[in-house]
């Protein structure tokens, strides 16, 4: 299980990644923070489920 400090710092960076999705035009820079996002996501939910 992750700390707070450490559930906050990803949460952040989750916001970071999905405020530079929207204002990317580049598509195929777009798919790589979409992998970013996706692979975030799938941790913060293995580790909220421990």
């Known amino acids: 299980m992750l700390s707070k ?3 906050l710092l990803f949460l952040r960076e989750l916001g970071r ?3 530079e999705f ?3 035009n580049d ?6 923070i979409h992998q970013d ?3 975030l ?3 913060l ?4 489920c421990k």
Request: proline share 0%; hydrophobic share 40%; net charge neutral.
């Open 22 to 24: 929207k204002s990317c």
């Open 45 to 48: 939910l293995i580790t909220a």
């Open 37 to 39: 996002i996706s692979l």
């Open 5 to 7: 400090a450490e559930n």
């Open 27 to 32: 598509d195929q820079v777009r798919e790589h």
């Open 41 to 43: 996501i799938k941790a």
């Open 17 to 19: 990644l999905q405020n």
